[in-house]
């Protein structure tokens, strides 16, 4: 969810920041505290086999970060590096324009790495699910912004009751997954995805979580997959807000601000949307909650400026934008807690 914030928010400093926690009695034990520089690794590969195979140039594709789009294309030879990347696990995507060709895989990214291979990835072509995710506003509806979309193939056989565990998000090693965020509207496109049966949800703390199933196929997209967030009052939130910024002053556009949280969200669907749910399933699922969310992010907007809904705790919150060196700062937020953090981002 993106709302519009203050361009006097460009030149705040961290001192500011932190005085502000400290006198609204949020995010305790901050004193002292600064934005720490994140360790980062570098990715390198070649896919010019995407060429040989979809008879696209390579600068044809582009690159993602856990669903974020990098700014970043292959060269027309079909080398890829990926320099500054955080570390910890991510899932590079490179997809091309239509999201119909590409590939998806989760890797490590290690602190000061000198170049991991990016191989062994399983380009395809593939299917298109979208759709446009709404929350809860009053007596009516709004599109939300900048918020992420998760599938999961075969999903729900994950969750079957008598055997199924809950899902990790981001999904564990061995699981195939998709990831992209909503536009200023609230629409969500994702691809390639191999053919057969998805899980897709999302989740924003406050509301009910939402998901549903469906299948793709050669000559079957899946269109108008809209998830809806009901108002939940009794679910725990925080809000994380601010700008990110080059130099103390220009603010800059589509960076990413996430979350890595100590402890799990796990936001419920209501009792309805998962019946229906295992309706479509065709079998019985375990009970809920269905996702253990270790990861929430959003977008900036042209001001830079965002606002990120998280859950309360013990989390670390990382500024980036590719090309810049990432930043982050851990946090202890209590329910309601507003807390303003600008993340200045320089050249490496």
């Given amino acids: 969810m993106q709302q519009a914030l203050s361009r006097n928010r460009l030149g705040a400093t961290l001192t500011a920041v932190v005085l502000v926690a400290i006198l609204s009695g949020c995010a305790g034990g901050l004193l002292g505290m600064?934005?720490?520089?994140?360790?980062?690794?570098?990715?390198?590969g070649d896919v010019q086999d995407l060429k040989d195979r979809f008879f696209k140039d390579p600068d044809e594709y582009q690159v993602f970060f856990d669903g974020y789009l990098l700014g970043k294309r292959p060269e027309k030879s079909g080398e890829l590096e990926l320099d500054g990347l955080p570390s910890g696990r991510h899932l590079i995507s490179v997809i091309d324009e239509d999201y119909r060709t590409g590939f998806h895989q989760s890797v490590e990214i290690t602190p000061g790495q000198a170049g991991l291979q990016l191989s062994d990835y399983n380009a395809l072509e593939g299917a298109v699910i979208s759709g446009k995710v709404e929350?809860?506003?009053?007596?009516?509806?709004?599109?939300?912004?900048?918020?992420?979309?998760?599938?999961?193939?075969?999903?729900?056989?994950?969750?079957?009751?008598?055997?199924?565990?809950?899902?990790?998000?981001?999904?564990?090693?061995?699981?195939?997954?998709?990831?992209?965020?909503?536009?200023?509207?609230?629409n969500y496109r994702l691809g390639p995805c191999a053919y057969g049966s998805w899980l897709v949800t999302t989740a924003l703390p406050g509301y009910y979580a939402d998901a549903r199933v469906l299948v793709t196929s050669a000559g079957s997209d899946g269109r108008n997959e809209d998830l809806y967030l009901a108002g939940q009052p009794l679910d725990n939130s925080a809000t994380v807000l601010g700008s990110v910024t080059q130099n103390g002053l220009e603010g800059l556009a589509d960076a990413l601000v996430y979350t890595d949280l100590d402890a799990a969200y796990e936001g419920q669907l209501t009792a309805e949307r998962a019946t229906e749910v295992e309706n479509l399933a065709g079998f019985s699922l375990i009970d809920g909650p269905w996702f253990a969310w270790t990861r929430l992010g959003t977008v900036s907007d042209a001001a830079g400026a965002y606002s990120l809904r998280t859950n309360t705790g013990q989390q670390t919150i990382i500024g980036f934008k590719y090309g810049y060196q990432a930043k982050a700062m851990d946090l202890n937020l209590g329910p309601?807690?507003?807390?303003?953090?600008?993340?200045?981002?320089?050249r490496p």
């Fill in 336 to 346: 309601d807690d507003a807390f303003q953090l600008d993340f200045d981002l320089s």
């Fill in 135 to 186: 929350r809860q506003a009053g007596g009516g509806r709004v599109g939300v912004a900048d918020l992420l979309v998760v599938a999961v193939f075969d999903g729900a056989s994950a969750l079957r009751e008598n055997g199924g565990v809950i899902i990790t998000i981001p999904p564990t090693d061995d699981t195939t997954y998709v990831m992209g965020y909503t536009n200023s509207a609230g």
């Fill in 34 to 44: 600064v934005l720490q520089l994140v360790t980062v690794g570098k990715l390198v």
